[in-house]
């Protein structure tokens, strides 16, 4: 069943490998391909002899000119794209043959497994009901820099994707297998013409598109789409059908309010985006509409509605009339505003309750008089829309690092004469920001603004808040605080809020993202839960981001994941005992170590009673793009959110016995101090990060906005978890997902009784097995061997080749461990589909990994060179593409 199941699969990828063989010999003539081909067959060789089949790849790659070498990396880096277009088409398949064989036992149905399990134990009809009335499911879209490819291509890759889904058609004709064949052939040709590296740098503005772009493309779609499958599967269980507008997910954005080190982040940036977004938000209800008016063309219509637009034949059309020239005066108003125009007469859409009241009209109308399955149609669709994405398209978070706001407030309070409010303890911080948050009168003046202590950056902080105060509340979501340590880092944005103007505050939530603030984070809350003040102000709902990125590079995978674990736990039992709602908010990464994990998996491994209906995740760079680039994926994806909700609250995992605490404990001591022993204490570590991976070479790619670096100068504190991990990724080292994980799973195996614990942890606590499941995923893709042919060409400091021969022998004894843990002789032999495509990818990541090591030797020994630089990128971008992980 297996190999029938995946060997489809396996035909797309021969199919798309021979279509760019074709496109070598043509583009760039017999001898390349040649060369490419006796390449790719050592590589083969390669996997499977030893270290002489490795000297005779470099052999065929070291002769070749700097122009060669470029053609040779954007071969491979194309087929490695194309892999992942099979791969995500196989995924669409799959889903579609699940949904028409639920009897079949692979079947992963999400929504309909959930609702059975429920079933099955008891849980009532009124009680799933009840749960899904109050879901949550918040998707917040970022702009980390992690997504390699270039939007044309993505255009491109996505219009192969669509020509696989019609080649599964049985029904096609000879003539029509050809056409599409021809298709595909041009299709990949205009990608090999095309440019993959992006030249410039994208701005904030760009990225704020490009997530727009993901809405327009696919989300737009998928949205209710995923709506009628719920529906489906809500009857097929004997649930009522929710209310029409009704849609658990919502959707909110980082770009263009992410500040936090990135200088490129204005408030100007971040009204633009604000703007841009209504103004996409417009031009998409206005299709929407346009759609509705060539429909709804009936007569019958209720009293109320003919009340409203007098008599007429065609009542339904005569309010959408109204409500295009609405949207369309929206669209021209926010085109003023973002080019500084004067502003346009004419009635828009201020807020989605206006666009929510005209549409409801005719949904009650077409209900009234017998046309339910007419307002089931498109205004159903529309309805859902609004519901989701609002009249703002998607809800703009502002995040800055807590020392700004504290800067900020020192500059008043300097002003002011009263001190300098850095030097102040925590105590009588708390005393001057409570009584400034109780006080009616403005606490500084316009000339305030133009005095000397209003530095550049002090007026940044208050210039985003007032653009927060002019814009209002409605396309606003949350303002992070990072690096949050004290409840004076909350109650200080709270006070900045108020210094502007902003009459509907947006949510302030801290991010708790060290070692150290994850293990005080619940002193934090409860400190201000302390306080009768903002007790009263959050007595609504308390939201807290939970930090993966920074935690794991302070502490490791093993040490950061538990930390977050208990955090959760604290932070859980303490709002519960306030009566106050949590949410909580994981800044989720795409690799391992940043908490990257399967959907079901990742909310499932959360403390009980953590979820509770409620959940707020960020999707990151080129994640957003595989789960949610095509309609029928990302549908997919949003039904396992809301049933992974779902089933972690109804059904929430079980609680950890006292001895598994402990053994975590123990575990995570030896791992935190494996880990620091090398990244904190070891000095040749970055020397070794900037010579032997491509981590300085990076900087060159034009990724995303935010700079790589905290500091230019800085050592790993300075450097950004996502460069970080992406650097490690590109050796196959992997060094941040498992470093540490390794020494204390060899620990606890000198042991029988903790052997005999920790597997009953892998067996019995969703928490642990998440541990050892994301533990095996990122080791299938670690190549100690790959990590070395870096290291041969790149360096002959003997300190440096010290460590990187200690770091391959944790790798190996991180790997062995592992395997005695699970029993399993290889890697992912429970993942067999996983196993094949890395084994599939590897004779085309090994000659890039070559190349790559090849061309930084190269470039460091002169200044600049471009078609050295191309190369590298490409191999960076192919790298990236045949791992399908990067930061």
């Not at 206005?286 to 709804?296: K, Q, W």
């Not at 007469?345 to 201020?350: A, I, K």
């Not at 498109?378 to 859902?384: A, G, I």
């Not at 909350?490 to 293990?519: N, S, W």
């Amino acid at each position: 069943m297996e190999q029938d199941q995946h060997a489809p699969l396996r035909e797309d990828v021969r199919w798309l490998g021979e279509l760019l063989g074709h496109t070598l010999r043509e583009q760039v003539g017999e001898d390349l391909y040649e060369t490419v081909e006796r390449i790719r067959l050592a590589a083969v060789e390669t996997r499977s002899n030893d270290e002489m089949s490795v000297a005779r790849l470099r052999a065929l790659l070291d002769p070749l000119e700097d122009d060669a070498l470029l053609e040779v990396a954007r071969a491979f880096s194309q087929f490695l794209n194309l892999a992942n277009i099979a791969e995500q088409h196989h995924r669409e398949r799959l889903h579609r043959q699940h949904q028409r064989y639920p009897g079949d036992p692979d079947s992963d149905q999400g929504l309909r497994n959930v609702l059975e399990r429920l079933s099955a134990k008891q849980v009532s009809a009124q009680t799933v009901r009840d749960t899904l009335t109050d879901l949550s499911v918040e998707l917040v879209l970022t702009a980390h820099p992690t997504e390699v490819t270039r939007r044309t291509l993505i255009r491109k890759y996505d219009q192969m994707a669509d020509l696989l889904t019609e080649s599964d058609r049985p029904d096609l004709t000879g003539e029509e297998r050809q056409r599409l064949e021809q298709r595909l052939r041009e299709l990949i040709i205009s990608a090999w013409s095309t440019d993959e590296i992006r030249r410039e740098r994208p701005t904030p503005v760009d990225e704020a598109k490009w997530g727009f772009a993901t809405i327009e493309q696919s989300l737009w779609r998928a949205v209710p789409d995923f709506m009628r499958q719920f529906d489906e599967e809500l009857q097929r269980a004997g649930l009522p059908s929710p209310p029409a507008d009704w849609v658990p997910v919502r959707l909110a954005s980082w770009m263009g309010g992410d500040r936090d080190g990135n200088p490129n982040v204005t408030a100007a940036v971040t009204r633009e985006v604000l703007l841009l977004a209504r103004w996409m938000a417009a031009d998409l209800y206005l299709r929407d509409v346009e759609n509705l008016l060539a429909d709804l063309s009936m007569h019958r219509a209720s009293d109320e509605l003919l009340a409203r637009t007098g008599p007429s034949h065609e009542p339904y059309r005569v309010v959408l009339r109204d409500v295009r020239d609405r949207l369309k005066v929206t669209r021209r108003r926010m085109e003023a505003l973002v080019e500084e125009r004067p502003v346009p007469d004419g009635e828009g859409f201020l807020n989605g309750a206006q666009l929510r009241d005209e549409l409801r009209l005719l949904d009650r109308s077409l209900r009234a008089v017998g046309l339910e399955s007419i307002a089931n149609g498109q205004l159903k669709d529309t309805l859902r829309r609004l519901s989701c994405f609002g009249i703002t398209l998607l809800c703009l978070d502002v995040r800055q690092e807590s020392g700004r706001h504290a800067d900020t407030i020192d500059a008043i309070t300097r002003y002011l004469e009263l001190g300098s409010y850095l030097e102040w303890d925590e105590a009588e911080r708390q005393r001057f920001l409570l009584a400034e948050l109780e006080n009616r009168r403005p606490l500084v003046d316009e000339l305030f603004y133009r005095s000397d202590v209003c530095d550049p950056q002090v007026r940044e902080v208050l210039d985003t808040c007032k653009v927060i105060a002019e814009q209002g509340p409605e396309g606003l979501g949350a303002y992070v605080i990072s690096m949050a340590r004290a409840p004076s880092d909350v109650l200080a944005v709270m006070l900045l809020q108020k210094i502007a103007g902003v009459t509907r505050p947006m949510r302030v939530v801290p991010l708790f993202e060290t070692l150290d603030d994850l293990d005080n984070a619940g002193e934090t809350m409860s400190a201000l839960l302390s306080i009768p003040f903002y007790r009263e102000r959050v007595k609504g709902g308390q939201e807290v981001m939970i930090g993966y990125s920074d935690s794991a590079k302070d502490a490791g995978f093993l040490g950061a994941a538990w930390a977050q674990f208990r955090a959760q736990e604290k932070l859980t039992g303490l709002f519960r005992e306030h009566g106050i709602p949590l949410t909580l908010f994981h800044g989720r990464g795409g690799s391992i170590s940043r908490g990257g994990s399967p959907t079901r998996m990742a909310l499932l491994s959360q403390p009980s009673g953590s979820v509770a209906g409620r959940i707020r995740v960020t999707e990151q760079g080129e994640v957003i793009r595989f789960k949610y680039g095509r309609p029928s994926v990302a549908a997919f994806n949003l039904e396992q959110y809301v049933a992974a909700t779902l089933e972690a609250t109804l059904l929430p995992p079980r609680e950890p016995r006292p001895q598994w605490r402990e053994q975590m404990e123990k575990l995570t001591r030896i791992s935190v101090e494996g880990y620091r022993q090398v990244v904190r204490d070891d000095p040749a570590l970055v020397r070794y990060l900037r010579t032997v991976t491509p981590e300085t070479e990076l900087s060159r790619l034009a990724l995303g906005s935010r700079p790589a670096r905290r500091k230019s100068d800085g050592g790993i504190e300075s450097l950004r978890a996502i460069p970080w991990v992406f650097a490690w990724t590109q050796i196959r080292l992997m060094l941040p997902a498992w470093l540490g994980t390794g020494a204390a799973l060899e620990a606890a195996l000198e042991d029988q009784s903790d052997i005999d614990r920790i597997r009953e942890m892998a067996s019995h606590w969703p928490f642990f097995q998440g541990v050892v499941d994301m533990l095996e995923m990122v080791l299938a893709k670690a190549d100690s061997r790959v990590a070395a042919w870096y290291e041969e060409r790149l360096t002959d400091d003997t300190d440096l080749m010290r460590l990187g021969d200690s770091l391959r022998q944790r790798l190996a004894g991180t790997v062995e461990a592992l395997g005695r843990l699970t029993g399993r002789g290889d890697l992912l032999d429970n993942n067999p589909v996983m196993r094949w495509s890395i084994r599939v990818r590897d004779p085309y990541t090994d000659p890039l990994h070559l190349l790559q090591a090849e061309l930084m030797a190269r470039l460091r020994d002169r200044d600049s060179d471009k078609v050295l630089e191309s190369a590298l990128m490409v191999t960076i971008a192919g790298i990236a593409a045949g791992l399908r992980n990067t930061g």
